[in-house]
């Protein structure tokens, strides 16, 4: 019997690991996902983190999605030939998008590419939850919203980064702090002392971020992932070193330097190419043979080279290669059994995104 996926929130340190988040990311709607929609729960044959979490008191769903903005669609119709216009058609899209988070008994959502949040939020103001929406900067008229369930959480604090203001593009992130509320107010918790109380409230930081999407401005889009890590770690310090999760469309493969840099903590930068980060373009190796070690060595630190300005925008500070962050972090799929038809050889699931030009996964849960 098809199970949905649940998902236990750990209230330890935000250098902890976490167990997956369930990711869903939808670039169009199709045939076969209205039917998806309307029939969920026989559809989807959901799948557990084979690791033990029974000692985590509460359990939340996540949920990402880039919902496609309705601008980017009628813009860009060339990526989206094969799909019959009624399927493009946002009052039917939204509708579809209600019912298959619906399915879910989702917690918290992140969405990116929202232009018409005001529709989104009276959607789901009538299924009991609460939302911030950050716009980017720029011309663009999409952004990023995080909605979570009014009756299990209480906000705390929210901020958000325009990475304009750091020379970085229109793209916008999101942070909040969320705290589980107290299932019975009147419950002897009421009674604890403010020290006690502290250490029975849960809280956590929620990250939700859309990179740009240039596959040769690697310096960029490291520099956009870079800030929102050291952004949520400073934030999960401040509330008492509590857990963080973060959401969103990295424009970013599996097999790219940014995803190593988010699984592994650490990334030398000066080992990789600028314009292939993302691992969304192949850099086509020349052609040309070296008759020597020394010429194919200088001509890799030629590839490789990245200029004073490109490094500063990728690490936030002059004369740094190498960076390295304070969270440990685990995408979601990396803790939950797949088959080789669906997923890579690192566990990630093989697209999240597909249209005319592009199958591949970009969509992520950490």
């Known amino acids: 019997m098809p199970r949905r996926k649940r998902e236990n929130l750990p209230l330890e340190s935000s250098t902890g690991n976490y167990p997956s988040k369930r990711r869903k990311h939808s670039h169009f709607e199709s045939s076969s996902s209205n039917r998806l929609a309307s029939s969920s729960s026989?559809?989807?044959?959901?799948?557990?983190?084979?690791?033990?979490?029974?000692?985590?008191?509460?359990?939340?769903?996540?949920?990402?999605?880039?919902?496609?903005?309705?601008?980017?669609?009628?813009?860009?119709?060339?990526?989206?030939?094969?799909?019959?216009?009624?399927?493009?058609?946002?009052?039917?899209?939204?509708?579809?998008?209600?019912?298959?988070?619906?399915?879910?008994?989702?917690?918290?959502?992140?969405?990116?590419?929202?232009?018409?949040?005001?529709?989104?939020?009276?959607?789901?103001?009538?299924?009991?939850?609460?939302?911030?929406?950050?716009?980017?900067?720029?011309?663009?008229?999409?952004?990023?919203?995080?909605?979570?369930?009014?009756?299990?959480f209480s906000l705390l604090h929210q901020e958000d980064i325009e990475f304009q203001k750091f020379g970085m593009r229109h793209n916008v992130a999101q942070l909040c702090v969320l705290e589980v509320n107290?299932?019975?107010?009147?419950?002897?918790?009421?009674?604890?002392?403010?020290?006690?109380?502290?250490?029975?409230?849960?809280?956590?930081?929620?990250?939700?971020?859309?990179?740009?999407?240039?596959?040769?401005?690697?310096?960029?889009?490291?520099?956009?992932?870079?800030?929102?890590?050291?952004?949520?770690?400073?934030?999960?310090q401040e509330w008492g070193d509590i857990p963080v999760i973060l959401a969103g469309d990295l424009n970013s493969v599996p097999?790219?330097?940014?995803?190593?840099?988010?699984?592994?903590?650490?990334?030398?930068i000066q080992s990789?190419?600028?314009?292939?980060?993302?691992g969304q373009l192949e850099i086509r190796p020349n052609h040309r043979e070296f008759r020597s070690n020394i010429s194919?060595?200088?001509?890799?630190?030629?590839?490789?080279?990245?200029?004073?300005?490109?490094?500063?925008?990728?690490?936030?500070?002059?004369?740094?290669?190498?960076l390295q962050h304070q969270l440990k972090l685990r995408s979601a799929y990396s803790g939950v059994p797949g088959k080789h038809r669906t997923r890579d050889d690192i566990g990630e699931p093989l697209a999240t995104s597909y249209h005319s030009k592009f199958m591949g996964t970009v969509d992520y849960i950490w």
């Open 296 to 322: 194919m060595s200088v001509s890799r630190q030629l590839l490789h080279k990245w200029s004073a300005e490109e490094l500063i925008l990728a690490t936030g500070a002059k004369g740094v290669t190498c």
């Open 42 to 152: 026989s559809s989807r044959k959901w799948v557990f983190s084979s690791e033990d979490y029974s000692d985590c008191a509460d359990t939340i769903v996540v949920v990402s999605y880039n919902i496609l903005g309705v601008e980017n669609a009628s813009n860009h119709l060339d990526l989206y030939s094969n799909i019959p216009r009624r399927f493009l058609d946002w009052g039917r899209r939204k509708r579809l998008i209600l019912e298959e988070i619906d399915s879910y008994n989702a917690s918290i959502l992140c969405f990116q590419e929202v232009d018409h949040f005001d529709d989104l939020d009276d959607l789901f103001q009538n299924n009991g939850f609460k939302s911030v929406y950050k716009g980017r900067t720029g011309e663009a008229n999409d952004g990023c919203a995080i909605f979570w369930k009014d009756k299990l």
């Open 182 to 236: 107290n299932n019975n107010p009147e419950s002897d918790t009421c009674k604890l002392t403010a020290e006690e109380q502290s250490t029975k409230n849960k809280r956590f930081v929620i990250g939700n971020i859309h990179v740009l999407f240039n596959p040769n401005r690697g310096d960029i889009k490291l520099g956009q992932v870079r800030l929102l890590i050291d952004k949520a770690y400073k934030l999960s």
């Open 272 to 278: 990789h190419d600028r314009r292939n980060m993302s």
């Open 255 to 268: 097999q790219s330097a940014i995803y190593k840099f988010l699984s592994s903590s650490k990334l030398d």
